[in-house]
């Protein structure tokens, strides 16, 4: 292994927590510009979309995004306030709640993923070569 300069890889280490500090910024302001969904909700709606049924225990969506419990559940209180989701507790283990995705919630989502896709082509993918596209892969 090459020898590493403690300031070389502590300097790309900021950069790289800038740009993405940066980049998701920018995808966040495309999607709730276009009247859409912020990008916390859009991960939510997503994970809960890929999920079979769309429900996923609160533990196993707390672990698929990147969020605090605590702001996982603000946001999962929201977003079943706003009819996006509900939540049930589970027929085996009352201690267990499932978060289940619902009609209004598959709508926004359908409707917030082209702005998305467009989002990280133009704030992400577009500033790269093929290449460095496959070497992040």
């Given at each position: 292994?090459?020898?590493?300069?403690?300031?070389?890889?502590?300097?790309?280490?900021?950069?790289?927590?800038?740009?993405?500090?940066?980049?998701?910024?920018?995808?966040?302001?495309?999607?709730?510009?276009?009247?859409?969904?912020s990008?916390t909700?859009?991960?939510?709606?997503?994970?809960l979309?890929?999920?079979?049924?769309?429900?996923?225990?609160?533990?196993?969506l707390?672990?698929?995004i990147?969020?605090?419990?605590?702001?996982?559940?603000?946001?999962?209180?929201?977003?079943?306030e706003?009819?996006?989701?509900?939540?049930?507790?589970?027929?085996?283990?009352?201690?267990?709640?499932?978060?289940?995705?619902?009609?209004?919630?598959?709508?926004?989502?359908a409707?917030?993923?082209?702005?998305?896709?467009?989002?990280?082509?133009?704030?992400?993918?577009?500033?790269?070569?093929?290449?460095?596209?496959?070497?992040i892969?």
């Amino acid at each position: 292994m090459w020898a590493m300069d403690d300031e070389l890889y502590l300097d790309a280490w900021g950069s790289l927590l800038r740009v993405h500090a940066e980049v998701v910024g920018r995808i966040e302001r495309d999607l709730t510009a276009a009247g859409g969904v912020s990008l916390t909700w859009f991960d939510v709606l997503l994970v809960l979309s890929d999920a079979k049924d769309g429900r996923l225990r609160m533990s196993d969506l707390a672990a698929e995004i990147v969020l605090s419990k605590s702001a996982l559940t603000r946001s999962v209180d929201r977003m079943e306030e706003e009819g996006y989701l509900k939540r049930e507790k589970s027929p085996d283990d009352e201690r267990v709640l499932f978060a289940v995705l619902l009609p209004k919630g598959a709508a926004a989502l359908a409707k917030a993923r082209p702005i998305y896709r467009a989002a990280i082509r133009a704030h992400f993918a577009e500033l790269l070569t093929e290449r460095e596209l496959k070497v992040i892969d």
